[in-house]
């Protein structure tokens, strides 16, 4: 089964609008940790958010915020006030405290296109 | 302080040559892993090391991929002999052993990797 789904290939999204890319996983484990990361058309790998699974209040950065549903195994990334240069993959990920070291299983990603 | 350095950024070599791929982490972080990256595959974790012990390697694709870390500032990915379905994006990331987002890994900017 897969751990991290990403049901979105791809998504467009109007500049100056918000969007909600999508992340469900998959544990057995009480302890884990929920990663965001933006991989733009250069190719690097950009950390942008990280909600543990204890944390009571959902993470926010900056424009990205966390819809963290914990019964639901959710995770979904909200963007506020889009811009050009969010236009990119998204990455969910996840790493479980049982797991024997800092492994972080990877979600297939999510393609946003941000339309001027 | 200087992130996770790859090198080289690019590479293109002809089928059947020995290809290696050179990591340097973050200094401080005890875990090092390398990916794969294609639009087939998505991101595949290929191995990691835990204080340059290899701890997982069951990403590894065959015995023609081989990696090693004989110090904590230094790792490298050998593929012999390289074959055209090598051609990938390959990887290093980085993590604490400890800290507030456990897990994080920081990334390289990675290597472009073509085999003719």
């Known amino acids: 089964a897969q751990k991290i789904t990403q049901t979105q290939p791809g998504m467009f999204v109007q500049e100056k609008e918000a969007v909600t890319l999508d992340c469900t996983y998959d544990t057995s484990d009480p302890s884990?940790?929920?990663?965001?990361?933006?991989?733009?058309?250069?190719?690097?790998?950009?950390?942008?958010?990280?909600?543990?699974s204890y944390d009571q209040q959902n993470a926010t950065e900056g424009r990205y915020s966390l819809n963290f549903q914990k019964a639901r195994k959710s995770a979904n990334l909200?963007?506020?006030?889009?811009?050009?240069?969010?236009?990119?993959?998204?990455?969910?990920?996840?790493?479980?405290?049982?797991?024997?070291?800092?492994?972080?299983?990877?979600?297939?990603?999510?393609?946003?296109?941000?339309?001027? | 302080d200087a992130g996770v350095i790859q090198s080289p950024r690019h590479e293109v070599t002809e089928m059947g040559q020995e290809v290696t791929l050179r990591c340097k982490p973050i200094s401080g972080h005890d875990y090092l892993f390398w990916y794969r990256q294609t639009m087939m595959r998505g991101l595949e974790l290929l191995i990691y090391f835990n204080n340059n012990v290899p701890i997982d390697d069951s990403g590894m694709p065959e015995d023609r991929f081989s990696a090693k870390m004989p110090n904590a500032s230094f790792s490298t990915l050998k593929i012999q002999p390289s074959e055209p379905r090598d051609s990938a994006v390959?990887?290093?990331?980085?993590?604490?052993?400890?800290?507030?987002?456990?897990?994080?890994?920081?990334f390289g900017p990675g290597t472009r990797l073509t085999v003719l």
Do not use: H
């Open chain 1, 32 to 52: 884990y940790g929920l990663f965001w990361y933006k991989q733009p058309s250069s190719g690097e790998m950009i950390f942008l958010i990280y909600q543990g």
């Open chain 1, 78 to 116: 909200v963007i506020s006030a889009s811009q050009l240069g969010d236009s990119a993959m998204y990455f969910c990920a996840m790493r479980e405290v049982n797991n024997a070291g800092n492994m972080l299983t990877f979600g297939g990603g999510t393609r946003l296109m941000v339309k001027p």
């Open chain 2, 90 to 106: 390959y990887f290093c990331a980085s993590s604490p052993t400890s800290g507030a987002m456990w897990g994080e890994q920081f």
